[in-house]
């Protein structure tokens, strides 16, 4: 059955977004933090280009704007829900921050987050409170209950090296991912190009051609707007399930040791895709593949890791209200009930429906055939 709500293509007026929706105050409140956030990583991450302010190989800058985005998402979310106390499942903690050397670490965060605040019209923050926000992501998350879910910087690698990167927030209610919401401050608004996965010149990142906000309220569709406006119209998007294989565009990591390169080139030659992949960090690949920019998005990490749930809870309700379909290897669909991981068979698969079962059995194929080979 077709989600309910206006159709693809459509335009939706400005916020509040599906307004009458079971969960329509948290949408507008998990979009409004995740632009907050953004806005935040922006400026780091523009300062992190220039040589003369910041040391590259210095890893402080990414650590800034990861505690700083954490910390204005809780704050946030927790601002539009006065009195209750969220419980964010999220990768960051304030450990180091609390130790005296962590000091000077503090106060940058907090002067960043309070000059997003004051242009949000907020009070200023302590460094106490920066801390008491950050740690409100400690939870351990489960299948009872609400629990927000966040990276705050997902592809940190992509951010450093001034390629894609995005600040994903879901919402888990009872084990399900009930929304999802992804600020991706470099990706163009117009088609995403094959360059567009490497690094973005600095006086381009996040500037007026860039930027975009994928929302997602499960039943109730996935949306793209632009994200930097306080309250822009949003459009309703949904995949592209190509008739054939030929005419699939297939995503994977930017990065070759978070997924292995060669197992999905031989995936995407058994399907006949012809296509180079697209590479690039970070969840913005489930949100082209909503868009339909691409139809394949294939992650297969070494066999020792282990999946965090924040790298993939916003991605997967958003792909799933545009009308795809994410599994793991085995083509269960992941389950965000356990914790802080996710079990899963081997590797990722997020594609429109038919395209998906064809990838499904082409990563049956050439394990049986590498298992074959191995024998
Ligand atoms: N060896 C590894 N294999 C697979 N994934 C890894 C990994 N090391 C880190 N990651 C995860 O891959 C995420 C980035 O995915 P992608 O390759 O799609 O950009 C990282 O998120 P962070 O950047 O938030 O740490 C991290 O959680
Ligand atoms: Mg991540």
Redesign the pocket.
């Known amino acids: 059955m077709a989600p309910a709500g206006p159709a693809p293509g459509a335009t939706v007026p400005a916020a509040p977004l599906l307004a009458g929706a079971p969960y329509a105050k948290e949408l507008n409140a998990a979009c409004d933090a995740v632009r907050l956030a953004s806005k935040l990583c922006r400026t780091v991450q523009q300062q992190l280009s220039d040589a003369e302010k910041v040391d590259k190989l210095d890893d402080s800058p990414v650590t800034v704007a990861d505690y700083g985005a954490q910390a204005l998402v809780a704050w946030a979310l927790s601002r539009a829900d006065p009195g209750a106390r969220i419980s964010m499942v999220a990768?960051e903690d304030s450990a180091s921050l609390k130790d005296p050397s962590g000091a000077a670490m503090l106060q940058r965060i907090t002067q960043l987050v309070n000059s997003v605040i004051a242009e949000a019209g907020g009070e200023p923050l302590t460094g106490h409170d920066v801390i008491d926000l950050i740690d409100l992501g400690a939870s351990p998350g489960g299948g009872a209950g609400r629990h927000w879910v966040l990276?705050p910087?997902?592809?940190?690698?992509?951010f450093v090296g001034m390629r894609q990167y995005a600040v994903c927030l879901g919402m888990l209610q009872d084990g399900d991912v009930a929304l999802g919401v992804l600020g991706c401050p470099n990706l163009p608004r117009g088609t995403f190009k094959e360059d567009d996965g490497g690094a973005v010149a600095a006086s381009r990142s996040g500037d007026a051609g860039r930027g975009l906000l994928f929302a997602a309220h499960r039943g109730h569709g996935a949306y793209v707007s632009g994200l930097w406006d306080a309250s822009p119209p949003f459009t309703r998007i949904r995949v592209d399930d190509v008739a054939e294989n030929s005419a699939a565009r297939f995503m994977e990591?930017?990065?070759s040791?978070?997924?292995d390169h060669t197992f999905t080139a031989e995936v995407a030659r058994h399907m006949g895709v012809t296509l180079p992949p697209l590479r690039m960090?970070?969840?913005v690949?489930y949100g082209l593949l909503s868009r339909g920019d691409a139809s394949i998005f294939m992650?297969f990490?070494?066999s020792s890791?282990r999946e965090?749930i924040w790298?993939h809870c916003a991605g997967v309700v958003i792909v799933e209200e545009a009308g795809g379909k994410v599994t793991d290897a085995s083509g269960a669909r992941l389950d965000f009930s356990r914790g802080r991981w996710l079990d899963l068979d081997r590797g990722i698969i997020a594609a429109p429906p038919r395209v998906h079962a064809a990838v499904l059995e082409a990563v049956a194929a050439v394990g049986r055939r590498r298992d074959g080979e191995g024998a």
Do not use: A, C, L, M
């Open positions: 990768e990276d910087i997902d592809g940190t690698r992509g990591s930017f990065e040791r978070h997924s960090d970070s969840q690949k992650r990490p070494p890791y965090k790298d």
